[in-house]
């Protein structure tokens, strides 16, 4: 199908004594029959729905290109073949857009209206090769070149074919008028799949399903997945009807109609290992769980601008907490923002300590902040980030349980994160209409250079040639790890509890994602 179309395309703009001539680049070394070797109906989906209908119907700012693309001299390019198929070069004699007195001045001879026809035809053939060629190489791409590689696991070993995939993703991006200050590079496959699904809008269980090939963890039930729609868009159907979440900690009636209106991921706790292991959330042995949702609360609901975290723990029913004591750990991979409008991971770690108002008084976190290499021990205020402990029953537990919530503020800009603002391969739109920044933090927390501080929506932590090498590198580290009480015993350490990876789609969707233990080699930083 896919090769029929780009032929019939390719017939309509040559010339009739043209001999049909493959699409260059990779449909042509690919050829026609690997690709439907290879789930062609993947790419007939993208080719179809996101670049004919999008370009045609649903994006009116293909008029605009040329002002979208300033970056990029092979977009400008496909531009001029778009203007010449809409009628010619904007200003020539055979433009809508000349003047009559020009037409009717610069009759042009019959010998070069036929070369002008031809080079139109040139043009048409250039910009339609170069647009469909990039498109499926750099969408598809992910689905072909990954089939029978040596990933191990979640992705700790040959972790340089879906990076080369993400790479192919930003440099189609970029011809779309998105150049991205920087194309994320991932330690692990389950990263790579949060990574795609957070740009692409693809479920991340099929792309899952959809590379069986590539690992364990690749496989249709070889991880567990779970995606919340930001609050706005999203509205939860209560009297009158919530738009965001307003108040933290979520207690009482709030709580009662988030939980059951998200979708978590299951957890069975461990003493022994190093990780929690991930489950189906019908295992009856499950005792973890983490939900995650973003919503407006900073700005009033306008827009998603905090990320809410929920660590629910169903064998602690215990509210008698030892006041002062450390009874959780979480990990949160946070982000700096710098005054120049770079950021810098800034991984931490949140001690969470009991008090009588279950508050985040006497909670602490840790990190580099300041980007000096020497971890600082802060109050959570001091970086934006608040946290609570709630008794309440939930969805999975009708008895009153454990549940300890995270608030995080987003760092989501245009300078970095310039998908989320426009996204050409979308078939929807997102939530965000400005810079999505946190107050500043007081000074010298964050530095000389250092602004504020969130979490950003990327599937990190991200990775380097040097730090993600082809060959033998080192184990992946969850974005969110948990320790909970596991219990409702008192001064006993507590037990590993959540193991997972973050990434926010483009439309504010919260996606996590984690693989089961059979297929994980990812570990938590404590």
């Known amino acids: 199908m896919l090769a029929a179309l780009m032929d019939k395309m390719l017939k309509s703009a040559r010339p009739d004594d043209t001999p049909a001539q493959p699409a260059k680049g990779w449909f042509h070394s690919l050829s026609c029959v690997n690709i439907r070797a290879h789930r062609l109906y993947l790419c007939e989906l993208v080719f179809i729905s996101r670049l004919a209908c999008r370009i045609k119907v649903i994006n009116p700012s293909i008029r605009n290109w040329g002002q979208r693309l300033p970056h990029s001299h092979r977009a400008q390019s496909r531009v001029k073949a778009f203007r010449y198929r809409a009628g010619g070069r904007r200003g020539s004699n055979n433009s809508p857009h000349a003047p009559k007195s020009a037409t009717n001045q610069h009759s042009p001879s019959r010998g070069n209206l036929a070369l002008s026809q031809k080079g139109k035809q040139i043009m048409r053939i250039r910009g339609w090769n170069s647009i469909i060629s990039r498109l499926i190489h750099a969408i598809a791409t992910f689905w072909l070149c990954c089939a029978g590689s040596a990933w191990a696991g979640d992705g700790a070993n040959g972790v340089l074919s879906p990076n080369t995939s993400l790479r192919e993703l930003c440099d189609f991006l970029e011809s779309f008028g998105v150049p991205l200050p920087s194309c994320p590079q991932v330690p692990s496959l389950t990263q790579s799949f949060l990574q795609l699904a957070a740009w692409e809008l693809v479920p991340t269980e099929m792309l899952r399903a959809t590379n069986g090939g590539i690992g364990v963890g690749g496989v249709l039930g070889g991880a567990v997945d779970a995606g919340n729609p930001s609050l706005p868009p999203a509205l939860i159907p209560t009297t009158p009807v919530t738009t965001a979440i307003t108040a933290f900690p979520v207690t009482g009636p709030a709580l009662s109609n988030l939980l059951p209106n998200l979708t978590p991921l299951a957890f069975i706790s461990s003493v022994n290992q190093g990780t929690a292991a991930a489950t189906q959330l019908y295992n009856r042995a499950a005792n973890m769980f983490l939900y995650a949702v973003a919503s407006g609360f900073l700005d009033h609901g306008r827009q998603p601008?905090?990320?809410?975290?929920?660590?629910?723990?169903?064998?602690?029913?215990?509210?008698?907490?030892?006041?002062?004591?450390?009874?959780?750990?979480?990990?949160?991979?946070?982000?700096?923002?710098?005054?120049?409008?770079?950021?810098?991971?800034?991984?931490?770690?949140?001690?969470?300590?009991?008090?009588?108002?279950?508050?985040?008084?006497?909670?602490?976190?840790?990190?580099?902040?300041?980007?000096?290499?020497?971890?600082?021990t802060l109050t959570p205020a001091q970086i934006g980030v608040d946290c609570a402990v709630v008794f309440a029953p939930s969805p999975i537990s009708a008895k009153a349980h454990a549940i300890f919530e995270v608030q995080v503020p987003l760092v989501v800009t245009n300078a970095t994160d310039p998908l989320y603002f426009f996204n050409p391969i979308a078939n929807i739109g997102g939530p965000f209409s400005t810079d999505v920044i946190p107050p500043p933090s007081t000074p010298p927390v964050l530095g000389v250079n250092g602004k504020s501080i969130g979490i950003a929506p990327s599937a990190v932590p991200l990775c380097t040639p040097t730090t993600c090498p082809s060959q033998n590198p080192p184990a992946p580290v969850f974005a969110l790890c948990a320790n909970l009480p596991g219990g409702n015993g008192n001064g006993q350490v507590p037990v590993h509890a959540v193991a997972a990876y973050f990434a926010l789609a483009t439309t504010g969707e919260t996606l996590l994602s984690a693989a089961l233990p059979a297929a994980s080699t990812s570990v938590c930083p404590f």
């Open 305 to 376: 601008d905090t990320l809410f975290l929920f660590y629910e723990d169903t064998s602690r029913t215990n509210a008698n907490l030892i006041q002062g004591q450390t009874v959780a750990q979480i990990s949160l991979p946070l982000t700096v923002l710098n005054k120049d409008g770079t950021e810098r991971l800034a991984m931490t770690m949140l001690q969470f300590g009991a008090t009588n108002a279950g508050d985040c008084l006497a909670s602490t976190v840790a990190g580099d902040f300041s980007g000096l290499g020497t971890p600082q």
